[in-house]
């Protein structure tokens, strides 16, 4: 587990929190050279099981492969194609091709809400990069699936099924699948998809958050009437505590909706997840979360990287609706530097993923201090997301 002494952050601390620069180019460049260690490992893991198609975690130094059916398929993919995006070199199309098609048959599995993050983070950003109208087809369907689990009398879409701890439980990661519904109404002019967005996000506005501007993990709804059952964590340290990841897809998720929709409640809610993330004392120099602000061994506990990343991209696309852009810019290019310097693997090592020290989730001792193939999908995003961001950054 990786745990700076707290000498080593005193110190720190006390120096002048100036960001460097980082370098993209380098860093694309060991992006693919690692991603290439990556495509060799993969054939590898499979061990002739084609069900496994994407990469997930290492599991005792060990490649952990996925079927697409697993909420974390679409990153590899959307990796490959952020790939192809910073560098144009057709090799990284046609590798992203083929594990996007790999997933394609989630579009119709209505057993989970995981449909944005599996579809739109592949197909979806397949589609911005090509317009490939066969990858249009796939998102319209995907949608359509996705909003079979929506129920109007709560007003929100079902996260999770056959979970006997709550009956219809919603989770604040929810909101990242929102972005596939904006997208099938842009796709279609069918407004269905829409307002199902919208109902969600301004539902979960209401029961997800704490005074403090914190957010529960798991909502459970009664759906006869849409009132709450319980509010508790399944992946957080405990159910009144903050788990850094939930609050990151929060702020991603309440940013996406405000580009999507100019609803100013939405710019409102990410700028109070903002600040309670950038001001909380539990927060490290590094600006790299623990995987739960209320862990309760802090600094003895271990960090997540994908927390981090997720900000990170989120700060920057908030820095350009924000009239606090200039200090969410600041805190995302200090995320960028802290994961660039100090949580990367060297090129050659774990099996070919770009970052360590990201956490699963702690409670269950599951992916504890490992690469997790979303931390390395919104690293890259948010690297592309940081190049030219001087002109974009909207002025106070
Ligand atoms: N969406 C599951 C997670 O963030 O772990």
Redesign the pocket.
């Known amino acids: 587990m990786m745990r700076l002494p707290v000498i080593g952050l005193l110190l720190f601390s006390a120096l002048p929190a100036r960001s460097q620069e980082i370098n993209l180019a380098k860093i694309f460049a060991d992006a693919g050279q690692q991603t290439n260690v990556m495509l060799r490992e993969i054939p590898v893991a499979k061990q002739g099981n084609a069900e496994l198609v994407s990469p997930r975690t290492l599991d005792s130094g060990m490649l952990k492969l996925v079927a697409s059916r697993d ?2 398929s679409g990153f590899f993919p959307g990796q490959l194609w952020f790939l192809y995006e910073y560098t144009r070199d057709k090799k990284w199309k046609t590798a992203a091709e083929q594990f996007t098609s790999d997933i394609e048959r989630e579009k119709t599995n209505g057993g989970t809400h ?1 449909m944005g ?1 599996k579809v739109y983070c592949s197909f979806g950003t397949g589609y911005r990069l090509t317009r490939n109208p066969h990858y249009k087809d796939v998102i319209i369907e995907a949608a359509k699936t996705l909003s079979t689990r929506f129920n109007a009398k709560a007003g929100v879409i079902k996260s999770w099924d056959n979970r006997t701890r709550w009956k219809y439980p919603v ?1 604040i ?1 929810n909101m ?1 699948n929102l972005e596939l519904l904006f997208a099938a109404t842009k796709l279609t002019g069918d407004k269905t998809f829409y307002n199902i967005a919208v109902s969600h996000a301004n539902t979960t506005i209401k029961n997800h958050f704490r005074k403090d501007l914190s957010s529960y993990h798991v909502v459970d709804y009664d759906t006869t009437d849409g009132s709450i059952l319980q509010k508790t964590t399944h ?1 957080g340290y405990s159910d009144e505590s903050a788990w850094s ?2 609050q990151s ?1 929060g702020l991603y998720g309440y940013t996406m909706c405000y580009r999507e929709t100019k609803n100013k409640n939405f710019l409102s809610q990410a700028e109070k997840i903002a600040g309670y993330m950038l001001n909380h004392p539990n927060l490290p120099v590094d600006k790299v979360p623990y995987y739960d602000f209320d862990a309760p061994g802090i600094p003895n506990e271990p960090r997540d990287a ?1 927390a981090a990343a997720v900000m990170a991209s989120a700060l920057y696309e908030l820095s350009t609706f924000s009239s606090n852009g200039a200090k969410y810019k600041a805190a995302a290019d200090k995320i960028l530097e802290s994961l660039t310097n100090q949580y990367r693997s060297k090129v050659g090592e774990n099996k070919g993923f770009l970052l360590l020290h990201s956490t ?2 702690a409670p269950s001792k599951s992916e504890v201090d490992v690469p997790l193939s ?1 931390a390395d999908y919104y690293y890259l995003e948010a690297l592309l997301r940081s190049r030219s961001m001087k002109a974009k950054v909207k002025k106070s």
């Open positions: 909420w974390t995981d993050f989770i990661d990242m992946q990841r939930g897809w994908s699963g989730s979303y």
